[in-house]
RNA sequence: GCAUUCGUAGCUCAACUGGAUAGAGCACCUCACUACGGAUGAGGAGGUUUGGGGUUCGAAUCCCUACGAGUGCACCA
């Protein structure tokens, strides 16, 4: 057992003493526990106030008596003082000693290890990036994948099995403008049409540009018809670019063989760009959708609504559903002619999730644009009994902005991925440049180039997931790359750190994994400061990803692995450990020193990031 | 207009979900063991938590209200 849990247990019998009933007492776990505030003694505080209505005492007596209990009859409590209603906790060094033996013995850092009969019954997917097909991914997209990528890890780290699925928006009017756009402007000089080797560029990439010739000429053809006197929403609709663009949508759903084997052959260059992308910030799917394969799915889901008098059809044919009772409004599920609508292929592909993977969660990582129309599909799921329904969560995240304003990817505003992942390594290389001195000189080209990869993603990664998610972030281009204060970089220099010391130990002959002697918990030989706080924080690390596989939140565990990476530093400034001459703490010290190395390694790679061993 | 999210130091973000004198980083100013890895540590300055009410032992957090910002309110996806 932890040393947080002892303690609230302790506190627990504790405050049972006070009660008559003791059966009236709160449980354990509904003892909270907080960081004793700086400017007190004390490691822990238990806030006595909610206890004195039933107990009918004072805030203050409440905790001397629990202080003098606690004192007589727990090893763990060495002393105590009671500031109003606050009664802070100081621990007794064997307290902090067993807390950390116990990390030791777990192999590293407790992080719960996943029971496997319970993994497998907990079963949850986790839907991110869901690109369209006919842009390159940017800055946006950036957050969306690292978020997906990283609560994927700490599902999986809290005992569940998870299936990291793609949605891939591969079909629609948009698509077909890029691909108009090829097939007219797309020849060259020489008569052949332009690919990804000819133009030099990844296959999104290309696609995007053509993406963009679309919209530069179909606005001219606009303005145009406007010049001629058309009003300008009537010629939106009737410029031929979008007439065009129209009828080839019509030609590929007929399945019209010219235009669907171009549209292979172009998403088929969409998807390498993308591959690549996703390699380099090391994603990976475990499933990919195609919209193209399930945007007619959800028609017999609208069926199945209308026969059980879920949903109703006006005199049109369209079908809706009301859903005023749940403080929404009437919503519209299928089109009059019978076609669908966005919501109709999420109904079909919502069932089809759930039962290719038998989850019983399923998450979208989707921007909070659209809060609105996921509010809409778990309410409808809902209604039609489905039992996943409660299952269902939105994970909302805000858009990202620059300095200059919002992304538009009209007025060529957007970050874009590819470029954003080559030039933090860039920013990497030149920040050891500066500072790492003659440290990489055994690297050969390769493998600097890999570290700095593996720092510069660092930056990044940490920068888009240190923030709640569900708040608008700005992206600050120069501290996005910074290596310094709170930063993925400091704390993967706080892990390189740790491991060099590690490694001089291991080369002086000493073991850096065993577990301390509680017999040196003794009064001439007392835990620094910084060696108490360290080891308590530690012990936090468990609660601390459960709480961030509980809440959907990234950010607490980097705002965790900050903290700790922090505090060791400050540790490492107070105390020596290769050169103390107690052996006993040195031996302590090195022990401790590994836990926080492999927390950090776990913590970070909870966040997708990896940490070095010499940076 | 209706719905919804947000508003914390000059700037970017925290605050264990209602607890003590609201904490970090950046930027600015000091300082530090001849540096077990200085991509460091310590300190200073910086706040009426957008304004105003309320709830209670106690509010950045909950409720109401005003103001400001984002997003959504398509038979687009």
Not at 246 to 275: H, I, R, S
Not at 476 to 493: K, L, M, R, W
Not at 523 to 531: C, F, N, S, V
Request: aromatic fraction near 10%; proline fraction near 4%; glycine fraction near 8%.
């Amino acid at each position: 057992m932890d040393l947080q849990a002892s303690l609230k247990t302790a506190i627990q019998q504790a405050i049972q003493s006070l009660y008559t009933d003791p059966s009236a007492a709160p449980e354990p776990g509904e003892v909270l526990l907080q960081p004793t505030k700086k400017e007190f003694e004390g490691t822990y505080t238990y806030v006595t106030f909610p206890l004195t209505k039933p107990l009918r005492l004072s805030p203050v007596e409440i905790g001397q008596r629990l202080g003098n209990w606690l004192v007589a009859n727990s090893p763990l409590v060495r002393a105590f003082n009671v500031v109003q209603g606050f009664l802070n906790i100081s621990l007794a060094d064997i307290a902090y000693i067993q807390s950390l033996n116990a990390l030791i013995a777990d192999g590293v850092a407790g992080a719960q290890q996943p029971d496997t009969e319970a993994t497998q019954a907990n079963r949850v997917m986790v839907e991110f990036s869901s690109p369209n097909t006919n842009k390159p991914l940017h800055l946006g997209h950036l957050r969306n994948i690292f978020l997906g990528d990283s609560v994927s890890r700490i599902l999986a780290a809290n005992g569940y099995t998870v299936t990291k699925a793609c949605l891939v928006n591969d079909r629609g009017i948009h698509i077909c403008k890029s691909m108009l756009a090829y097939q007219k402007f797309g020849r060259q000089p020489n008569g052949t049409f332009e690919t990804p080797e000819s133009a030099g560029l990844k296959g999104d990439h290309l696609i995007g540009k053509y993406y963009v010739l679309f919209d530069k000429a179909y606005k001219a053809e606009v303005a145009e018809l406007v010049a001629g006197g058309m009003a300008e929403d009537e010629a939106a609709k009737k410029a031929p670019l979008m007439l065009q663009a129209q009828e080839m949508l019509l030609k590929w759903e007929q399945g019209d063989a010219e235009t669907v084997a171009l549209w292979e052959q172009l998403n088929a260059w969409v998807y390498a760009g993308f591959a690549e992308t996703y390699r380099k910030t090391g994603i990976s799917f475990d499933k990919t959708y195609y919209e193209s394969q399930t945007y007619l799915l959800g028609k017999d889901v609208v069926e199945e609504g209308l026969v059980k008098g879920i949903f109703y059809q006006k005199e049109d044919k369209s079908v809706w559903i009301d859903l005023t009772a749940e403080g929404l409004d009437h919503k519209l599920v299928l089109r009059g002619d019978g076609t669908s609508v966005y919501i109709t292929q999420d109904l079909g592909t919502t069932d089809l999730k759930f039962s290719d993977f038998h989850s019983n969660k399923s998450l979208w990582v989707v921007g909070n644009e659209q809060d609105y129309h996921f509010k809409v599909l778990f309410a409808i799921m809902k209604r039609l009994g489905r039992p996943y329904a409660e299952g269902c969560y939105h994970l909302s995240y805000g858009m990202v902005d620059l300095p200059s304003g919002k992304m538009k990817s009209r007025e060529g505003t957007v970050v874009d991925a590819d470029d954003l992942v080559d030039e933090v390594a860039a920013v990497a290389a030149q920040a050891a440049a500066d500072a790492a001195k003659g440290k990489l000189d055994e690297f050969s080209e390769a493998e600097k180039q890999d570290l700095f990869r593996l720092i510069g993603l660092g930056a990044l990664k940490y920068y888009l997931l240190k923030v709640d998610p569900q708040k608008r972030m700005l992206f600050n281009p120069a501290e996005s790359v910074d290596v310094h204060g709170h930063t993925g970089p400091f704390i993967q220099y706080v892990h390189a750190r740790i491991r060099s010391i590690m490694r001089k130990a291991e080369e002086a002959g000493l073991s850096t994994s065993v577990p301390a002697d509680e017999a040196t918990a003794t009064a001439d030989r007392p835990l620094h400061e910084t060696e108490q706080e360290v080891i308590v924080l530690l012990g936090q690390f468990a609660q601390s990803v459960a709480n961030a596989g509980r809440d959907y939140a990234p950010s607490y565990v980097a705002q965790y692995v900050y903290d700790l990476a922090k505090a060791y530093n400050r540790l490492f400034a107070d105390v020596s450990i290769l050169s103390e001459p107690d052996a006993a703490k040195t031996q302590l010290r090195l022990s401790l020193s590994a836990v926080v190395a492999e927390t950090i390694r776990k913590g970070m790679g909870l966040l997708g990031i990896e940490v070095p061993e010499k940076m």
